[in-house]
């Protein structure tokens, strides 16, 4: 299955399972990575949290690809990165292609989707 389809197939999953009836964004799918990875989903958060959020979930997919590394939880349980590599300077459609693809290979990983 090409990735297009698989990242169809992943975003109706979660859409169904986390949305009503709207197709989850990408931006959702890296906010339910980052709060999977901080591991208190009941917890409410503030804007900033929510951002941080995200940006964890961006850590955790680009992980395996090198640029990113996890470091620690600090005392309040937040995980930490540390920047391996600079991202490569992409065009915005790649980065999404890029983005996509790491989520894709998270997903997998959790046997989520094939």
């Known amino acids: 299955m090409d990735n297009k389809k698989r990242w169809d197939l992943l975003v109706?999953?979660?859409?169904?399972?986390f949305s009503?009836?709207?197709n989850i964004e990408i931006e959702g799918i890296l906010y339910l990575i980052g709060?999977?990875?901080?591991?208190?989903?009941h917890q409410r958060f503030r804007?900033?949290?929510?951002?941080?959020?995200?940006?964890?979930?961006?850590?955790?997919?680009?992980?395996p690809y090198g640029y990113y590394e996890f470091e620690r939880y600090d005392e309040q349980g937040w995980p930490h990165f540390k920047l391996?590599?600079?991202?490569?300077?992409?065009?915005?459609g790649e980065q999404t292609v890029l983005i996509k693809t790491a989520i894709i290979e998270y997903f997998s990983k959790l046997e989520y989707i094939s």
């Open 12 to 17: 109706k999953k979660l859409s169904n399972k």
């Open 20 to 22: 009503s009836g709207e």
């Open 35 to 41: 709060l999977q990875q901080y591991g208190n989903p």
């Open 47 to 63: 804007k900033d949290d929510n951002i941080n959020l995200i940006h964890i979930g961006i850590c955790t997919v680009l992980e």
């Open 84 to 92: 391996n590599e600079m991202l490569p300077k992409l065009k915005s």
